[in-house]
């Protein structure tokens, strides 16, 4: 099994993808700011996942890399809260975005506390 087949990578790199084309339309103005935060800090839930999973032989770099994606997924739920403040999304989208990042939280939860199910 490899990093593409997991249920979290597979949703956060969904959600960061939807991220991405969602800021295409926030103002110029936040390219270098809000836009990229969200940017980054989705992608790199993924990222951390990709990582931690290519190591998982070590069960401490495991967690700890879970541990990064999902403080990474958290950075995402608090740019969300500001592109809902700036009005940039709508409450639904906001929600829907929501809903999904905490789903993938729980996940990257899950791997983080049952490490042995990931090849450990």
């Known amino acids: 099994m490899g990093f593409k087949s997991l249920l979290a990578y597979k949703k956060g790199f969904s959600l960061a993808m939807e991220i991405f084309h969602l ?3 926030f103002p110029k103005s936040e390219m270098f700011g809000l836009s990229s935060q969200i940017v980054r800090s989705s992608r790199s839930v993924c990222s951390n996942i990709t990582e931690g999973y290519r190591k998982r032989q070590y069960e401490k770099h495991f967690k700890s890399k879970m541990s ?3 403080s990474e997924n958290s950075e995402t739920q608090l ?3 500001f592109a809902l403040a ?4 709508s409450t639904e989208e906001f929600q829907d975005l929501m809903n999904k990042s905490q789903e993938v939280g729980k996940l990257i939860n899950y791997m983080m506390n049952n490490p042995d199910k990931f090849g450990l």
């Open 23 to 25: 800021t295409k339309n």
């Open 68 to 70: 990064d994606a999902d």
């Open 79 to 81: 740019w969300l809260e």
């Open 86 to 89: 700036c009005n940039y999304v």
